[in-house]
């Protein structure tokens, strides 16, 4: 008899059913973020487990809206926890750092310091001469971890203020020279969901 109380009383009806919609909704969409980095990335497995949670929890947060349809408080906490979980899955997603990138340098001074420096610091890179709008330049590709992609910046930056640089996203890579990798259970853990090169 109390529970129903509780359940037909004001704090339930716009406090606790409206916070559980909006936390419901946070967590739903910040798997949904997520879960399309892991497709992006060719971890099917894992964003398969994810899509999982993610709908289970969207189908709890719906179901309730459609009982209380006549109660505002619950349209305002479904927006609201669809907004701060949107904001919330990039925030996760950045820390993640998952997969690799390209980086291409354009500099129009000799590349060979940058070169150089890439190298020592374990990174691949190839060069490439070209002609710009203003006279010739050099382009640098460089494959790097995603989580090494400041420090690779970083060390472009220094070289070249003023040179030209892009960053995109690549879903395999068959083989390349990257810094090692220190001993880290993390980095382990997500070394089983990495996709494999299927043999030709």
């Not at 909704?25 to 798997?31: A, C, E, K, N, S």
């Not at 999982?52 to 209380?68: H, S, Y």
Request: with cysteine; aromatic share 12%.
């Amino acid at each position: 008899m109390d529970n129903l109380s509780l359940l037909n009383s004001p704090l339930f009806t716009w406090v606790l059913l409206p916070l559980f919609i909006f936390s419901a909704r946070i967590f739903d969409v910040t798997l949904g973020t997520i879960r399309v980095i892991f497709i992006t990335r060719g971890m099917k497995y894992l964003s398969a487990v994810v899509g999982f949670l993610e709908i289970l929890i969207w189908l709890l947060a719906i179901g309730q809206i459609f009982k209380n349809l006549s109660n505002i408080a619950c349209y305002f906490a479904y927006a609201g926890g669809f907004a701060s979980g949107s904001y919330l899955g990039i925030c996760i997603a950045e820390r993640l750092s998952i997969g690799k990138v390209i980086i291409r340098t354009i500099t129009a001074k000799d590349a060979t310091g940058l070169i150089e420096c890439l190298k020592t610091e374990h990174y691949g890179v190839t060069m490439l001469d070209a002609q710009g709008a203003e006279g010739p330049v050099t382009i640098v590709f460089s494959i790097v971890n995603r989580r090494n992609l400041e420090h690779a910046v970083g060390i472009i930056k220094r070289f070249d203020r003023q040179a030209f640089y892009s960053v995109q996203d690549i879903r395999f890579v068959s083989e390349g020279v990257f810094p090692e990798r220190k001993s880290n259970l993390r980095w382990n853990y997500w070394e089983m969901f990495k996709p494999h090169r299927k043999s030709k």
